[in-house]
């Protein structure tokens, strides 16, 4: 059996059904497209559903792929065991009415046998029970044993869906041995002990399921399989779960060195750090494929993942923010298969950070609630919290239950599990009612589901950022209540105010509710759909009571960069549409106070120069001082306008259209600028892609601008006094350094070539003869691939016939060169194959041509037991 691990075996794979005139396909997204019975891909021939049913044309009869796959249905065992994950690679190879059972059957145990090397008598395989075509393939034609043919019955080797082509399964087992098995003597495949490992599953689909549930022969069958890349790569490494795969226990390393955590020395650690190793593979892929963290459908999918790494390494006592570490240890690692991992890193990273730094304002504040519950719980003499506080904590600031649970369980406490099922069903139902359309349900605040009374708040803030108000209603937790008192937190809703409520992008007001002795924080502003408003407030002192008069005060400094944000959003979505076309629509947008976020459709990368056009129409319109209108008016006196309508279906008889000059016009409910010379001025700081066909643009303005030019400023004078110049010279004295350190190399490969030349001879007076072949092997310090390839070259010249392989090390970095001779690649000899074996050895690997090839190299001290094996690899080539 062969000792490969997760690359090589996918290249192993590629090559074989290549030769088997397979075409090649990349992986498809995670993302399903066209298929709403789906949130993300789970297997290698779901994408292939549409060529199966005949709705598309394949690209090829014979296909075969290495599909990214995500599936969370036992994400509650992930950690727990070895076993489970939630991403995982399909390798699988497909038949569109081409070939059927007997070269499936036929190529899968070549595969297994020769390419994989796996001894005959370690396979098993499992058939539906009548199916006894397959039975004669394997017994008759691959001649597997009678006593190694299992018959399972149709829920374990018959797939099928409701409805469409279906048909009997076959399974390739490979026994690991009697240590991983269950000690009973019938043990076989279908036992539930590990020692027969499922690798393969090759599907006959020969079958039509028609409504009335008959089973119709299909004129063409068809033929998917599926092999667990990870399950494969641990039988062919005699790991004993996948986190010892070695690329995958590549990552499980790099969570000890974040976490500073051994691993194996104490249960509830290792299963943090195995939570940890492989949600980050999901999180990565996920997010690389356009998905963004959300509240529902595969966005709920990815926050619930890099919310429970994110706890695990709480756990695991990690300091803020760490997955984005352990997200590039996984691009790293899988970058040469998937590229794209590589080229979205930075949007990766923030979208990680950013939804971990949430995640942690969470966990502390429900920390510290949980903290007094658990003090409460030890002066009242009590084990065991009620249900109802934890329902709280899960409810109003989004605690984790089980997280809630694993505290108490450490300080030797427990939850009233029932009792918070039942408030979490008594919450569902809540939210059932309100979905079936209370005209004043306020549930889309996400905070409560209290029934509102009385007219909409009128909103003054387009007009001033300080008006009086009248308290209409008071709620704390999820309740109304006649008053707030000092320290208190809760939710007021007046007859009016000028706190914009977060909505279309803009976040909420911030700023201040007072009357005569008394004050508070507002601390973010709602509001829902029928247009009450909500100020979430912290009372600092005094009381406040329903019916009061106050004076609501809005941070207007705050404010005024949020509207330079947002007036700058609408000349920005206007000059996208000049510089690149009309078919760019906004597609979201975020304003905060200092920074705005665009998010727009496009179809293709924007270049440097297009972007710095877009820069400078949008500071053009802001120098040029265009006033700022606004009018309510009718959704049709609006189109005769020409005002940019998004989400056309949300939007009401009386819309608000904001004019900007006759640059733009567009429907907004947002605050702005009065005039555009308010902006100040516009910065583009990042362009990227978030998925496909939807770009995003992040960018300053005003007074952030300000403060990124000092910052440069700082940046320029530290360049100048490390490269010793000023800030006029600044670019001469760098160009001056970049060339000195060129020649300094040029000198520095000149002297290696020279030592090259002097290594030659030594180099050939030391070879060895291998069945009448020159074979000469050298290992040598502090050379570079280029000089160690010209070493090569010098030799090869020299000694007219024979086989060379090389080896340096150079700051840490092992390098591997094969050459032959082109009189022996016709006796079978392959610098490709020999360096590949080489760099095995030292955990690398790569590979090349017949007569040169190069490799990379990891463990340094097993340098000479590489080139040692050259001579028996040679050997082996000529026999």
């Given at each position: 059996?062969?000792?490969?691990?997760?690359?090589?075996?996918?290249?192993?794979?590629?090559?074989?059904?290549?030769?088997?005139?397979?075409?090649?396909?990349?992986?498809?997204?995670?993302?399903?497209?066209?298929?709403?019975?789906?949130?993300?891909?789970?297997?290698?021939?779901?994408?292939?559903?549409?060529?199966?049913?005949?709705?598309?044309?394949?690209?090829?009869?014979?296909?075969?792929?290495?599909?990214?796959?995500?599936?969370?249905?036992?994400?509650?065992?992930?950690?727990?065991?070895?076993?489970?994950?939630?991403?995982?690679?399909?390798?699988?190879?497909?038949?569109?009415?081409?070939?059927?059972?007997?070269?499936?059957?036929?190529?899968?145990?070549?595969?297994?046998?020769?390419?994989?090397?796996?001894?005959?008598?370690?396979?098993?395989?499992?058939?539906?029970?009548?199916?006894?075509?397959?039975?004669?393939?394997?017994?008759?034609?691959?001649?597997?044993?009678?006593?190694?043919?299992?018959?399972?019955?149709?829920?374990?080797?018959?797939?099928?869906?409701?409805?469409?082509?279906?048909?009997?399964?076959?399974?390739?087992?490979?026994?690991?041995?009697?240590?991983?098995?269950?000690?009973?003597?019938?043990?076989?495949?279908?036992?539930?002990?590990?020692?027969?490992?499922?690798?393969?599953?090759?599907?006959?689909?020969?079958?039509?399921?028609?409504?009335?549930?008959?089973?119709?022969?299909?004129?063409?069958?068809?033929?998917?399989?599926?092999?667990?890349?990870?399950?494969?790569?641990?039988?062919?490494?005699?790991?004993?779960?996948?986190?010892?795969?070695?690329?995958?226990?590549?990552?499980?390393?790099?969570?000890?060195?974040?976490?500073?955590?051994?691993?194996?020395?104490?249960?509830?650690?290792?299963?943090?750090?195995?939570?940890?190793?492989?949600?980050?593979?999901?999180?990565?892929?996920?997010?690389?494929?356009?998905?963004?963290?959300?509240?529902?459908?595969?966005?709920?999918?990815?926050?619930?993942?890099?919310?429970?790494?994110?706890?695990?390494?709480?756990?695991?006592?990690?300091?803020?923010?760490?997955?984005?570490?352990?997200?590039?240890?996984?691009?790293?690692?899988?970058?040469?298969?998937?590229?794209?991992?590589?080229?979205?890193?930075?949007?990766?990273?923030?979208?990680?950070?950013?939804?971990?730094?949430?995640?942690?304002?969470?966990?502390?504040?429900?920390?510290?609630?949980?903290?007094?519950?658990?003090?409460?719980?030890?002066?009242?003499?009590?084990?065991?919290?009620?249900?109802?506080?934890?329902?709280?904590?899960?409810?109003?600031?989004?605690?984790?239950?089980?997280?809630?649970?694993?505290?108490?369980?450490?300080?030797?406490?427990?939850?009233?599990?029932?009792?918070?099922?039942?408030?979490?069903?008594?919450?569902?139902?809540?939210?059932?009612?309100?979905?079936?359309?209370?005209e004043n349900n306020i549930w889309g605040t996400g905070d409560f589901s209290l029934k509102i009374d009385g007219d909409k708040t009128v909103f003054k803030g387009y007009e001033t950022f300080t008006s009086p108000g009248v308290v209409e209603k008071i709620i704390k937790g999820n309740e109304f209540v006649g008053s707030l008192h000092d320290g208190e937190e809760g939710i007021v809703v007046l007859n009016q105010t000028p706190f914009y409520g977060e909505g279309g992008g803009q976040v909420g007001d911030t700023g201040i509710l007072s009357k005569d002795g008394f004050e508070s924080f507002v601390l973010n502003t709602k509001k829902d759909k029928e247009g009450h408003i909500f100020h979430y407030i912290k009372v600092k002192k005094g009381v406040l009571n329903v019916g009061d008069d106050l004076t609501a005060e809005v941070d207007e400094k705050r404010r005024k960069d949020i509207m330079r944000n947002h007036s700058a959003t609408h000349l920005l979505h206007r000059a996208l549409k000049n510089v690149l076309g009309e078919h760019v629509n906004q597609a979201g947008s975020l304003v905060l106070p200092d920074r705005l976020r665009f998010d727009f459709t496009h179809f293709e990368s924007i270049s440097k120069e297009q972007l710095a056009k877009i820069e400078e129409i949008v500071n053009e319109k802001i120098f040029e001082g265009l006033k700022v209108d606004t009018a309510v008016t009718s959704y049709d006196e609006s189109k005769k306008m020409k005002a940019v309508a998004l989400f056309e279906d949300k939007y009401s008889d009386k819309v608000r259209v904001v004019q900007m000059g006759s640059y733009t016009t567009e429907l907004c409910g947002g605050t702005h600028v009065r005039n555009t010379n308010d902006i100040g001025i516009f910065k583009i700081l990042n362009e990227t892609s978030i998925a496909s066909g939807i770009r995003r643009i992040e960018a300053i303005t005003g007074r952030s601008v300000y403060q990124y030019l000092k910052e440069l400023d700082e940046e320029i004078d530290n360049i100048a006094n490390i490269v010793k110049g000023n800030r006029n010279n600044i670019t001469e004295r760098i160009k001056g350094i970049v060339e000195e350190n060129r020649q300094k190399d040029k000198e520095v490969e000149k002297l290696m070539g020279k030592m090259a030349l002097s290594l030659k001879d030594d180099i050939i007076k030391n070879s060895h003869e291998i069945k009448g072949i020159n074979v000469l092997t050298y290992y040598i310090e502090n050379m570079d691939i280029n000089s160690l390839r010209n070493l090569g070259d010098e030799i090869k010249n020299s000694i007219g016939s024979g086989v060379i392989v090389l080896a340096s090390s150079l700051d840490g970095k092992l390098s591997f060169v094969s050459m032959v001779t082109k009189d022996l690649i016709d006796k079978g000899l392959h610098a490709g194959k020999i360096i590949k074996k080489v760099s095995q050895c030292t955990g690398g690997g790569g590979g090349g041509r017949p007569d040169m090839a190069q490799a990379g190299g990891k463990d340094i001290n097993k340098v000479n037991q590489a080139l040692n094996l050259v001579y028996d690899i040679i050997e082996k080539q000529l026999k």
């Open positions: 059996m062969k000792n490969i691990g997760l690359n090589e075996i996918r290249k192993e794979f590629f090559d074989f059904f290549k030769e088997k005139n397979h075409l090649i396909l990349p992986s498809f997204s995670l993302v399903p497209k066209d298929d709403k019975s789906l949130l993300l891909i789970n297997a290698g021939m779901a994408p292939m559903k549409p060529y199966f049913t005949g709705l598309k044309t394949p690209p090829g009869k014979r296909v075969v792929t290495c599909q990214k796959c995500v599936r969370t249905v036992d994400i509650e065992n992930v950690g727990k065991t070895d076993r489970h994950g939630t991403f995982f690679e399909m390798l699988g190879n497909f038949s569109f009415g081409d070939y059927f059972k007997e070269d499936a059957i036929k190529w899968a145990w070549e595969f297994i046998t020769e390419r994989m090397e796996v001894s005959k008598e370690l396979i098993w395989v499992s058939i539906y029970k009548d199916d006894e075509e397959s039975y004669k393939i394997w017994n008759e034609k691959i001649n597997v044993p009678e006593d190694r043919i299992v018959r399972l019955d149709k829920e374990d080797n018959f797939w099928e869906l409701e409805l469409g082509p279906c048909g009997p399964c076959s399974e390739i087992y490979i026994d690991r041995g009697e240590e991983y098995g269950c000690g009973k003597p019938d043990c076989k495949p279908g036992c539930e002990c590990d020692r027969y490992v499922e690798v393969w599953n090759l599907v006959f689909s020969q079958y039509d399921k028609d409504e009335n549930g008959n089973y119709n022969l299909l004129p063409k069958p068809n033929i998917d399989t599926g092999m667990g890349l990870e399950r494969m790569a641990m039988v062919m490494e005699n790991a004993k779960n996948i986190f010892e795969v070695k690329q995958i226990n590549e990552v499980l390393k790099e969570v000890e060195r974040v976490s500073k955590v051994s691993y194996g020395k104490d249960s509830e650690k290792d299963k943090s750090i195995r939570v940890i190793t492989d949600h980050a593979r999901a999180i990565t892929f996920m997010v690389s494929d356009g998905i963004l963290p959300s509240n529902e459908g595969r966005g709920y999918v990815l926050r619930r993942l890099i919310r429970r790494a994110s706890r695990h390494g709480k756990l695991l006592n990690i300091q803020g923010k760490f997955l984005s570490k352990i997200a590039e240890k996984v691009i790293e690692l899988w970058k040469e298969q998937y590229p794209e991992i590589e080229k979205e890193k930075n949007r990766i990273f923030r979208i990680i950070d950013g939804e971990e730094e949430k995640f942690y304002e969470t966990i502390n504040q429900g920390l510290e609630i949980l903290d007094q519950y658990i003090s409460d719980m030890r002066s009242e003499n009590k084990n065991i919290l009620d249900g109802k506080k934890a329902f709280k904590l899960y409810d109003t600031y989004g605690f984790p239950f089980d997280l809630t649970k694993e505290i108490l369980k450490e300080r030797g406490y427990t939850a009233d599990e029932i009792q918070f099922n039942r408030e979490m069903e008594e919450q569902r139902e809540r939210a059932r009612s309100a979905r079936g359309g209370s």
